[in-house]
Every structure is written in structure tokens, then in C-alpha cells.
């Protein structure tokens, strides 16, 4: 595919905004390599960069930005507020910090990174994030993982619905009713760790037999999967050819039978570490 971003199709949201179908992930990419795979990425044409206040490299985010000549209009920038942030006012001076961290004067999505449910503050940040984006230093506000009761609370006490929520999801992980949940809310549902990192199932048949039929890698089969069933994907690799790869899913289509056979193989115990929102906390 040419790498000219401009081609790369684009998701609508439900604040009228809308996202590149793929971004990059930028976790735990840091120093000085860190910042030339960002800015490799950025090159190969990649236009939506995905950090996080605790995955502390915002600022070689920001550099790899300036670095690679691409407009600042031309990236949309996310990064996420941390569980010790979730104070109203705290949430502010967390995304002006981002802010100043990244050398940037507006993030284009902004997420509360987990809702640590027993600390009970995660509303506090929801009602920042919809001051901020007023205030204009956010253009589009959303949560990650998030359970159907997390979002529902912020909807409730807000009136204002997420344009997104980010979570686990790969093929031993599909979120078939987390989706849904998003869908019915309509949420954009973004997946971190798409591959399923160490666990990719890059053997698995319905992943193997399907890069076969389509002359492509197993790799490119499950981002193609993800983009199937509605998902926005942010896959994450410092080589300049896998990353290359990582874009390279809109040139071929995968039929039903091979997305159902790929969602099938969701496992119980799927996740890849304890990560449940109901009890995993992260500050």
C-alpha cells in the first residue's frame, strides 16, 4: 500500500471526529530507541500514536513528532490519565503535564487509563475530561477498560458518553460482549495488545490457513480480523518492516467463516495477565 496517510482509512466517532483505522502503540518504547521506532513509524505512515502518562515516554513522543517533519495536524496524539490522577483537579494538571511533556497544545483523544473501582474517582476524571475537551486542550475524550457498569456510571452522572474505550482484545480474548456493549453506547472500541503479545496465536489454524488463502503473514491476518469486527487496533513494533507490515491490511478481506474461526478461538482465561476492571488497579 502507498504510504501516503492519506489513504489510510479512517473510523468515524460518535463526537463527529474521526481516528485512522490503525495506530500505533508506543508502550514500553523509550530513550533513544524508543524515539526512532516512533519516528520510524511515524515515517512508514503511521498517524495516530497511542501513550500514557505511566508508560513515561510522552516526551520522546513529542520529539519523534517534531523529528520526522510530519504536521502536527496530520497526528492525532492519545495519551491516558493514571489512577493516581483521578481527582478533578488532579486530572487537569495530569493532562496539562501531558501536554507539556509532549510540546503539544491539544491532545486529539485523551482516556482515563483504568477506573481503579475501589479508589471511586474515576467520575471526578470523567467530569475534567469533558471540562478539558470545552476547554479545548482535548479534542476527543474516552475511557480504557472499562466495564459496561464503568460506563454506564460516567453516562449517567455526565451526560456524556466516551468516543472510545480501549481494552484487551485478540483472538484468545475476542470481548464479543464488550464490543457489543460499546456498540450499543456507540463507542468506538480500540484494542491494545491486538496480536496477544507473547501469546500470539500466529500457529493457530484459522490464523495460519487464512494467511495462506490470502498470500499475506499470520500477523496481518489478525489486524485484518480486528478491523472486521469493528476494532481500531494500535499494534506495536520498533522494526521499520513489521511496522510497515502492521499497515499493510486494507488490500485484502477475510470472509465470514475466517473471521468467526479466528473470534473462536476466545478462551475463558484469554487475558493476558490478571487484567479484570472490576479488580485490577493500576495508579
Known amino acids: 500500500m502507498s504510504e501516503n496517510p492519506a489513504e489510510l482509512p479512517r473510523v468515524a466517532l460518535n463526537d463527529g471526529t474521526s481516528l485512522p483505522a490503525i495506530g500505533f502503540g508506543t508502550y514500553p518504547l523509550t530513550g533513544d530507541e524508543g524515539e526512532a521506532a516512533i519516528r520510524s513509524a511515524l515515517e512508514v505512515g503511521y498517524r495516530l500514536l497511542d501513550t500514557a502518562v505511566n508508560y513515561g515516554n510522552e516526551e520522546e513522543v513529542g520529539r519523534a513528532l517534531r523529528a520526522s517533519g510530519v504536521p502536527r495536524d496530520e497526528v492525532w496524539l492519545t495519551s491516558k490519565i493514571p489512577g493516581r490522577h483521578h481527582g478533578y483537579d488532579d486530572a487537569i494538571a495530569s493532562t496539562k503535564d501531558s501536554l507539556r511533556r509532549l510540546g503539544v497544545d491539544h491532545l486529539d483523544l485523551h482516556l482515563i487509563h483504568w477506573p481503579n473501582p475501589s479508589v471511586d474517582r474515576y467520575v471526578e476524571a470523567w467530569r475534567a475530561l469533558v471540562d478539558l475537551r470545552e476547554q479545548g486542550l482535548v479534542r476527543s475524550i474516552g475511557v480504557s477498560n472499562f466495564s459496561e457498569a464503568h460506563l454506564d456510571r460516567i453516562i449517567a452522572e455526565t451526560g456524556v458518553k466516551p468516543a472510545v474505550n480501549q481494552i484487551e482484545l485478540h483472538p484468545y480474548f475476542p470481548q464479543v460482549r ?77 470472509t465470514t467463516a475466517e473471521v468467526q474461526a479466528i473470534t473462536a478461538l476466545g478462551r475463558t482465561d484469554g487475558r493476558l495477565f490478571g487484567g479484570d476492571p472490576e479488580t485490577h488497579e493500576e495508579m
Not at 226 to 248: F, H, M, V, Y
Request: glycine letters at 8%; proline letters at 9%.
Open 178 to 254: 464488550m464490543r457489543a456493549v460499546n456498540d450499543a453506547r456507540g463507542i468506538r472500541t480500540e484494542s491494545w495488545s491486538p496480536m496477544g503479545k507473547r501469546r500470539a496465536p500466529f500457529a493457530e489454524p484459522a490464523v495460519a490457513d487464512a494467511a495462506r488463502a490470502h498470500g499475506v503473514t499470520p500477523g496481518q491476518v489478525i489486524l485484518r480480523w480486528q478491523l472486521q469486527i469493528g476494532s481500531l487496533p494500535i499494534p506495536k513494533s520498533a522494526t521499520p518492516s513489521r511496522q510497515r507490515e502492521n499497515l499493510d491490511v486494507f488490500g485484502f478481506e477475510l
